[in-house]
Structures are given as structure tokens and as C-alpha cells.
């Protein structure tokens, strides 16, 4: 999965690590930071572009978000690549699939 921000695409690739460090970076888990929309977007953003950019910072990532809302970008289009790419790495069920599968352990 890619995300197109300011005209240049990027992959976006979400694995247990890249959200342990997000966790480890921010101190919150992942519910607790879709409390804040914003600090949400920003981490997952970094989180999924931390194996192809792996020396990106959590606020070069908030740079990215700025200038794509500047260049005329919507966070609803961020937010919606976020998802899919979260789905895709079967972090979260598609809709109509039914529930994730307990953990057990």
C-alpha cells in the first residue's frame, strides 16, 4: 500500500515492531492515541513509513500531514490510506468479516 503526500508516494507498511516502537516513542498505546486525532495521524503516519524511511522523526512525519493539507490534501484521504494500510496488515478486520480473532496465551 502507498500514500500520495505532496505529490510524492510513499510506502506505507505497518508490522509489530514499527507499532511497538510508536508505543515506546509515545508512551500511549495505539486506543489510547485515537483519542487525539492529530498525534493519531501523525504517529501511525510515522509508524508505517518507518521501514522505508527508518530515520524519519515523528515530526518530520507532522511536516509531511502539513504540507499535504497545504498543498491541498484532506486528512480524511490520510486517515483512509492509514486504515486501509492498518487492514492490509491485518491489524484490524475489514468490514463485514467479522471480528478479530481472541487472543489467546
Known amino acids: 500500500m502507498t500514500i500520495t503526500l505532496s505529490g510524492k508516494e510513499y510506502p506505507l507498511r505497518f508490522t509489530v515492531n514499527a507499532l511497538c516502537c510508536l508505543e515506546e516513542k509515545t508512551g500511549k498505546s495505539l486506543s489510547q492515541l485515537q483519542s487525539s486525532q492529530m498525534s493519531c495521524l501523525r504517529g501511525l503516519l510515522w509508524c508505517g513509513l518507518m521501514e522505508q524511511c527508518p530515520d ?23 486517515s483512509d490510506a492509514l486504515a486501509a494500510a492498518l487492514e492490509d496488515a ?7 468479516r467479522g471480528t478479530p480473532p481472541e487472543m489467546n496465551g
Open 90 to 96: 491485518c491489524f484490524f478486520p475489514r468490514l463485514g
Open 56 to 78: 524519519m522523526t515523528l515530526e518530520q512525519a507532522g511536516e509531511l500531514i502539513t504540507a499535504h493539507l497545504q498543498g491541498g490534501g484532506s486528512l480524511n484521504t490520510l
